[in-house]
């Protein structure tokens, strides 16, 4: 079965500062991964995908992820945070398109002053 | 509708009530997921429709839960006699999948929180 590991449930970065969250994925064939956030009392909102195009993606609100077959991550990151990224980060995966996604638990991502 | 829409967005149970939660997708979504989000957890798979059928029940956690979806459109979540452990968010997503060109994207709704006292 897919899976995917996020390490970090708390990743406190300065409002500037380089923004990376961590995900390895688990999969016996070509994965599909996403990125999504969620904003308290809120739904997930897509970031970013990797559907087998370019092993660069690049998503909403500067964030990009970068899939490495040889190290199975999907890592996400963004070059300078802002405030407004302060959310929980779910990382997903699955081996078909279009069929049930399986997150993993989350990084908390908070932005400091 | 412009996103997926669940009602209700808060549900206050007491122990042993029944409760129906109702996800109203995207216009033209074929599949629908249900899934149950616990307080700091990642979301977890419930159960998944394509049209009215329900192709995929096996993340149901038991017997007590039950979903529909009728006419391949709106979707009902059903606990029956709820427990304190049933307290969670629930969402629903609908997709494209099943069409030409379909890379898999969830659209998440709002979710909606029951607490079970």
């Known amino acids: 079965a897919q899976s995917v590991t996020q390490l970090g449930s708390h990743v406190s970065v300065s409002e500037g500062a380089l923004v990376l969250l961590r995900c390895n994925y688990s999969s016996s064939v070509p994965p599909y991964l996403f990125w999504y956030v969620q904003y308290p009392n809120q739904g997930l909102q897509l970031l970013l995908k990797?559907?087998?195009?370019?092993?660069l993606v690049k998503g909403i609100n500067g964030f990009e992820a970068e899939f490495k077959k040889s190290e199975t991550s999907f890592h996400l990151t963004k070059p300078s945070a802002h405030m407004s990224d302060a959310a929980e980060y779910f990382c997903a995966v699955s081996d078909r398109a279009g069929y049930a996604l399986n997150f993993g638990k989350g990084t908390s991502l908070l932005v400091t002053p | 509708g412009a996103g997926v829409s669940q009602s209700p967005r808060y549900k206050v149970a007491k122990r042993g009530q029944d409760v129906a939660l109702r996800c109203d997708p995207i216009?033209?979504?074929?599949?629908l997921f249900w899934y149950q989000q616990a307080l700091g957890q990642g979301p977890e798979f419930l159960t998944y429709?394509?049209?009215?059928?329900?192709?995929?029940k096996s993340g149901l956690p038991s017997d007590r839960f039950f979903a529909e979806r009728p006419e391949g459109s709106v979707s009902t979540l059903k606990i029956q006699r709820t427990q304190q452990e049933d307290s969670a968010v629930y969402l629903c997503?609908?997709?494209?999948?099943?069409?030409?060109?379909?890379?898999?994207?969830?659209?998440f709704g709002e979710g909606s929180r029951l607490t079970v006292l």
């Open positions: 997503a609908s997709s494209l999948v099943g069409t030409s060109g379909s890379t898999g994207e969830l659209f």
């Open positions: 429709f394509q049209n009215e059928a329900q192709l995929d």
């Open positions: 990797y559907t087998s195009a370019a092993t």
């Open positions: 216009s033209g979504h074929v599949s």
